[in-house]
């Protein structure tokens, strides 16, 4: 399948086979999704809990609402994608760190002028606090837009999920202390034969009613 034929036929997954489990590669390729996600000024804001295990279902499962449980409960993978609360100096220096040892700055100007200029921006965006917080958020939602294009490119299923507590999951995660709060989830597996979505038809707008063309 080419790429708009995988976007065409994705779906999301309500229900999944929880006797079929992912192997540590298929794991891999989607947690190398997240990683190779582009993020404003390559500032990756955020942190991915990954959770594999029935210990780790278990924990989590207080903050999953009603509608989801059985999707935390039943794929082999689940991840809370989370966002910094704030882009640090701490951050910023580490990012610079990374990008020097990934080769990405030819001299010390060319790294100098890269670092003052994220910085200017982080600055002119980051008007407030919330400015900053929801301005990191919304990069979370492009992981997972990698996420739900990639699983089924690697034959998996996938659901997005933003019905569950977000206060409950950072205390049970403790991500405050780490400077984090969650945002969204998403589980991944194999869908079941109670998987109704998987039958009916996908339903959008008509490309006429979303797309203006100048
Ligand atoms: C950010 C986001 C959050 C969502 N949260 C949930 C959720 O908590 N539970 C659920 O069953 N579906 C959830 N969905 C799935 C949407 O209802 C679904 O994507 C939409 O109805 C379109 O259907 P499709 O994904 O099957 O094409 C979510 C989707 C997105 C993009």
């Given at each position: 399948?080419?790429?708009?034929?995988?976007a065409?036929s994705?779906f999301t997954?309500k229900?999944?086979?929880?006797?079929r489990a992912l192997s540590?590669?298929q794991?891999?390729?989607?947690?190398s999704l997240?990683?190779?996600s582009?993020?404003t000024?390559n500032?990756?804001g955020?942190?991915f809990?990954v959770?594999?295990?029935?210990a780790?279902?278990e924990?989590i499962?207080?903050?999953?609402?009603e509608l989801n449980?059985?999707?935390?409960?039943e794929?082999?993978l689940a991840?809370v994608?989370?966002?910094i609360?704030?882009v640090?100096e701490q951050?910023?220096?580490a990012?610079?760190?990374q990008?020097?040892q990934?080769?990405?700055?030819?001299?010390?100007a060319?790294r100098?002028?890269?670092?003052?200029?994220?910085?200017g921006?982080?600055?002119?965006?980051?008007?407030?606090p919330?400015?900053?917080?929801?301005w990191?958020?919304?990069q979370l939602?492009?992981?997972?837009g990698?996420l739900?294009?990639?699983?089924?490119a690697?034959?998996?299923q996938a659901?997005p999920?933003?019905?569950?507590?977000?206060h409950k999951m950072?205390?049970?995660?403790?991500?405050?202390e780490?400077?984090?709060h969650?945002v969204?989830?998403a589980?991944?597996g194999?869908?079941?034969?109670?998987d109704?979505?998987a039958q009916l038809?996908?339903?959008?707008f008509?490309?006429?009613?979303?797309i203006?063309?100048?």
């Amino acid at each position: 399948m080419n790429i708009t034929e995988i976007a065409a036929s994705r779906f999301t997954t309500k229900a999944y086979d929880a006797t079929r489990a992912l192997s540590e590669e298929q794991v891999a390729a989607i947690l190398s999704l997240l990683q190779t996600s582009p993020s404003t000024l390559n500032l990756q804001g955020w942190h991915f809990h990954v959770i594999s295990t029935a210990a780790g279902r278990e924990k989590i499962a207080p903050a999953i609402f009603e509608l989801n449980s059985n999707k935390v409960a039943e794929a082999p993978l689940a991840i809370v994608f989370s966002s910094i609360n704030a882009v640090s100096e701490q951050h910023l220096d580490a990012l610079l760190a990374q990008e020097q040892q990934d080769g990405r700055f030819r001299d010390e100007a060319s790294r100098e002028k890269n670092d003052a200029g994220r910085r200017g921006y982080v600055g002119r965006y980051a008007t407030s606090p919330e400015a900053q917080r929801h301005w990191m958020d919304r990069q979370l939602y492009i992981a997972l837009g990698f996420l739900l294009l990639g699983a089924p490119a690697l034959g998996l299923q996938a659901t997005p999920i933003e019905g569950f507590d977000t206060h409950k999951m950072d205390k049970i995660l403790g991500l405050e202390e780490q400077g984090l709060h969650s945002v969204v989830m998403a589980t991944v597996g194999y869908n079941s034969d109670k998987d109704f979505n998987a039958q009916l038809p996908k339903s959008r707008f008509p490309l006429d009613k979303i797309i203006t063309r100048l």
